[in-house]
């Protein structure tokens, strides 16, 4: 499958760093926030700020910016994060944990329910008071746990056989933090992550600190 | 401090899923790989490969591409990736061991060399065959450990103090993997990273995929 482009992914990519921003104005008790202050926040250009939160429908005010509480909310609303997503985890390793203790998620609608590993020793486990099952279970498990997303930090080498499990499962989105770029059938999400792209922007970032 | 913004970031950030692309052809024996070749598996633009790739210095012939080796060198040269980068981690926790144990960035040219830690439980253990330090002995350690990056995956409560004390070790670029936006003197680096951006190009396609 090709799936349709999402001709604004570098913008969907920063909204959350936006919201980040947006909240804390909100905490300090701000009723309005300017595309001016979010892009030094961010070291973005404004314009980039404001031609990015356009997407959400909201426009700002010329000198006094953009209402944050109808900006959180449409952010929230644009990336569906005002709805509850369940999600399992495959692969109950460091990778899972620390995703599973990330705070952030919570808030933005993603709940990771259990964990699966074919490990018999972490089976039977809990990672943050969520219980640890048998990947053999998943097929029987996933639909009373309602989830539809499961997130894969398998070895490599069990990606695919993990992605047609959990698709054979019920699940229709995979947020994939293996190196594998996996073969699924048509209407099934995807979305690889790759942590050496941050590592990408530090790499350039420090050679130009150097001068070279 | 303002640094001075990388014009291409989007770009940058996707340099590492190119060259995971052109490895793999290079281990199946390809001498050329074209830029449609490489759109298709990514699911971007052909366009849009041609033009991040220029920024290596490597251009592709017509009808035959890019010579792989000379690309797969640019790359790495372009982000210094064939440079040893000497890291430390502070935080010894799940993320810590995830990001050490992550096969692809000892292939990238980053090594953490060591963690610190300020929970004495964990102090004296090692994470990968890498030692756990205490947090106070983060001064005099640095320097011999030759380490110039800082990643930090400390709770969000203690991570400015935590890059303070990187940074009057002598580190002078700093990952921060913290919710926290940073306040560093000029002439530090910081590239923070949000597991949320991900998680928010995942929900967009759930969206679509629903029809909404």
Sequence with gaps: MRPSKLASLPTIKRLPSYLHVIENAEREGAEFISGTVIADELELEPIQVRKDL????????????????????????????????????????????????????????????????????????????????????????????GARIAILTVPSAVAQAAAEQVIAAGVTSIWNFTNVKLKVPSGIIVQKEDLSSGYAVLSVKIRKLHGE
Tied chains: 1, 2.
């Design 54 to 145: 356009a997407i959400t429908g909201i426009v700002g005010k010329p000198r006094i910016g953009f209402p944050v509480q109808e900006l959180i909310d449409a952010i929230y609303s644009f990336l569906h994060w005002d709805q509850d997503h369940k999600a399992v985890i495959i692969g109950a390793g460091s990778l899972a944990t620390a995703l599973m203790g990330y705070p952030e998620f919570t808030r933005r609608g993603l709940s990771i329910v259990a964990a699966f590993d074919a490990d018999e020793k972490k089976v039977g486990r809990e990672i943050y008071q969520k219980p640890v099952y048998a990947m053999e279970s998943l097929g029987d498990r996933i639909e009373a746990l």
